[in-house]
């Protein structure tokens, strides 16, 4: 019996933590680990070794991957799959452990349906916007990346009557927008999730930057980029045009992914990989992603995951109402 | 009616957050705000005063707290809590959110009993052991910084035989050492919450070193300094004497409780205070304090949160277990 | 006799801790001094105050600049320096210290051939492009920032086979790119200063994917972005669609004028404002630069700043002369 | 033909950059470079290792030295040297680069003369107290490590009427000391090269305490713990009981050696890796130290560096005296 661990799709923060403690507590069970690496495409390239305690050792503070991560295609396809579950064969690999996001979760059970290779799927990626789960590994780091940049943007901004639009990630949810605006005093913070109307917010910053303001820190999701009046550059000249202040922008990019792991998710990194490894040992079935809630660790079933949109908490939300108005 | 904050007791990193949160969502609420400085000491001293927009702009991301914080031997007597209680008065404040420890909840708890003045208490301490709450404010923030220093202390242990003794804060409970050596890879952790067997520990310490382990860093609970052969120095002899490898201290002291408040303590800070505040103005009596658990706020009695000691939980106790054998 | 001080132009980190200094010394001295707020526009409008150790106390570690800075256009015009200079000898000054760039000083020196005002001009500006001095405040704490996010970047880079590249500022001067290339360990280096062959390093970079690498780090001066096949746009559709690699752009933008100085800033603006007081108190006509050069500071001309083009030094440019090829 | 470098001593920032910049730099000139681990002690046991570009590979950001350091005693017996000469004979290497300080210099110097290794030296140190050079390897990265734990105490001090002191390194020097003092805005600064008096600081703080200052940050350098009154321990006792604050006190120990090198010195570490490449394969004959002073490398003999204690200039100096008034 071995069991190995792979990282799928975007790579994250808190991906080398939860490796690192997925060999030390399989080595605590006197279990074999395996590292894939590159993930589907490696499992397909039989690019997959013994993991030792040196592989892993002062791993703790890498962002990224060490094992790298890839999007596969060829997976798609039954005979890449084949050749795929030939090469855990030969290593006798029967149960896997994948850090990702749904997409890779889902494909995972589609090789599951077709070999009955047992896995489970631990949620990570920096967009937080996974159903079922209130925290994808990676977050947090790429909460407090964001933050030091925006603390850095205000310094010079209140120095000098400006404004500065910072980009952050997220295609689809808003969340690493909202939270930043939230935790670090934006003025504004446009994301898919809310409604807003630029000529409302226009005329607040026009009386604030009357009665005094000294400059406007506006956050924007990634991905706002779709509508043509709200993406960065549109919203750069909205304020340099009509709200009438000098604007510059910071598209922080892959930054956001990468940086040394907070304790945050280090912590949440040991306790879904040990749950992770708990559950796939104990069950002789096992197609199920972790999930946190309420403090909790769950498991659930891929179609769970799969059944909604991830939606913010309302809570959340209204902590930003008064920034789109 | 008007409502004032204050902080009271060892500050920390959320407390200016937190204070930013009370002035922008008491003005929303029109409702006037106000700021009472060096804590139970200032509102003896009747040092209050309204709260503008200016006095919060730009303090989101200042280590502790910039209303001050103070211990109070006065406000255990009678009569300087009626010159307190009249400070109020004299500026129509008849409600308080207090960011604090237990201490400091007990002490409004008798101001409120002698002259009806409502109050929520926010549990802040980078301690995190106060009974009845899963999180404390700054302990996010306190434990980024160990981590830091750690990583540090780990690159150039690792370039030199070396040992390294960290002790960090916590008088009566081990959270910040225990989750630090669970996060940092540290090779031992000594808790007051944990029976260890010193012999044992350097048994497997020297056998690691003999097959080539090449550093040791040690995570320490400032409060096992009341014991003589765990507490810093005495680590510092052992590892030198017993286990045989050059071993040098390192005592972080308070600059744990400062630092530029991380994403997780500003969000907290910011559901604190709103939370505080809705609960403060719908209650006709209210001496309660706000705690967060399974993701979730509650207000619980003072006595409730007097009634226990603070324990870690045991699934975090287990994830250490291997670093005290 | 009395001093003052006024940022002006682009605020770089290292302003603060000058300003700190200024008063600090000045009251050693006996001397009164004054702050000027918003720069020029502020010394036109009247913006001055009497400095107090209050006003500059725990202001070491903010970046950007506490006073304010702006650029002037009305300066310009005679008729509002001659109210600029009433407002000086409201107050009785007749000294002033000014931090920014060979724009502002020039500023100033017609001032001081208008109105025989004194003054010494701090080089300061994170571009470095200021001839005759080899280091401007502020650079120091732009080029870690940069390193900070490189860092990040190049984690997430590595764990998925994926080209990165970093724009910095500099609009006619690549000091920032390219001390942060060869610091950094980038692949390509992008800077106006340097001729390159685009064929040439897309060859060195498809032998090298070729090869097993995982990843290019690619960082590029702003200036540029006026250059159509080399700016940040062109340069991430050329790595994307002639060398083949995935690829994502990050803008630092303001990010980099901003954070906590470091160091070598906060030294450097600890001896450039003694020196400068020093320099100003002694002489009876002084309206000269305090350059840096050879680990001396100096008192040059403003004529001689503006007589030459600032130029990178070429030991600097070899060594990252591999980065280009 | 090959060259080899080692680390030796105390370990410090920069290494990592200067051992990769060794590795490049050789190659590029189509030399083969080898890597010594654990200094002295891996020359003696032959731990001597080609090295590739892969061993360097995204080693920029690592604190310490990943080829490891060592205080090697045996290297003092002829018969020990005579065996590290025989091993580098195996692999015909004739020239070698250490980093370390004066002590390692003066043990390959005795290497020298015994077999004719010809080698460079470069000063590394976070203490910089070797003579003849402005410049160690490091200092920059612990004085900005020391900056931000020294900031983050400020912060809590600031919040709580209360004294901090905190302990650099620097057993006979007290740069590290010093600098931070000046830069990070201390009251007190203890260190062996001024003369101080007590009593006259006391009553200093004891009438600024009564103007109303909040908080006292006193930085110590290690060396002075040899003096019985003004050791860390000391001082807190000095603070607490003569004037009358309450104090906590910080030592950094070992933190203050790793942490990711700054920009300065990884700069730094390119420059004296390529001078010094550049100087060994040049000269028939070489013994050579490089120093770095007004702006320019240069190489000195072991006897100059040998010949003089290092002495802080005395501008520097200047600029702290009144910390100790």
């Known amino acids: 019996m071995a069991i190995a661990i792979l990282t799928s799709g975007g790579d994250c923060a808190g991906m080398n933590p939860a490796i ?3 060999v030390d507590y399989c080595f605590s069970k006197n279990i074999q680990p395996y590292l894939i690496y590159d993930g589907l495409e490696g499992l397909i390239d039989g ?17 990224g991957t060490m094992i790298r991560s890839s999007r596969s295609k060829r997976f798609f396809e039954y005979e890449y799959r084949k050749i795929a579950y030939e090469n855990l064969q030969k290593h006798g690999i029967d149960k896997l452990i994948i850090l990702g996001g749904d997409g890779s979760f889902r494909a995972l059970d589609q090789f599951y349906k077709d070999f009955g290779v047992n896995f489970v799927g631990i949620p990570s990626t920096i967009d937080n916007d996974i159903f079922g789960t209130e925290y994808c590994l990676g977050v ?31 295609r689809d949810c808003g969340y690493l927008a909202l939270v930043s605006a939230i935790t670090c005093g934006a003025e504004v913070c446009i994301i898919p999730e809310l409604e807003y109307d630029l000529d409302k917010i226009g005329k607040r910053l026009k009386e604030e930057l009357k009665n005094g303001r000294k400059y406007i820190v506006c956050i924007v999701a990634e991905g706002c980029n779709s509508q043509v009046c709200t993406n960065t550059n549109g919203l750069v000249k909205w304020l340099e045009e009509d709200v009438g202040i000098e604007t510059r922008a910071t598209i922080l990019g892959h930054v956001q992914r990468g940086g040394n792991p907070t304790v945050y998710d280090r912590l949440m990194a040991s306790e879904f990989a040990t749950y992770a490894i708990d559950k796939i040992l104990d069950d002789e079935k096992c197609n199920h992603v972790i999930v946190y809630n309420k403090s909790e660790f769950q498991f659930v079933s ?24």
Chains 1, 2, 3, 4 share one sequence.
Do not use: P
């Open 20 to 22: 690192k403690q997925f």
């Open 47 to 63: 690019d997959i070794k013994k993991a030792s305690y040196e592989d892993v050792a002062g791993m703790m503070h890498q962002g």
């Open 140 to 170: 947090d780091t790429a909460l407090n990346i964001i933050r030091e940049a925006t603390d850095a943007v205000r310094d010079t901004s209140a120095s000098f009557k400006r404004a500065c639009v910072i980009e952050t990630m997220g």
């Open 302 to 325: 891929i179609d769970y995951v799969n059944s909604q949109k991830y939606e913010i908490k309302k809570e959340l939300l209204d902590l930003a109402r008064r920034l789109i108005n």
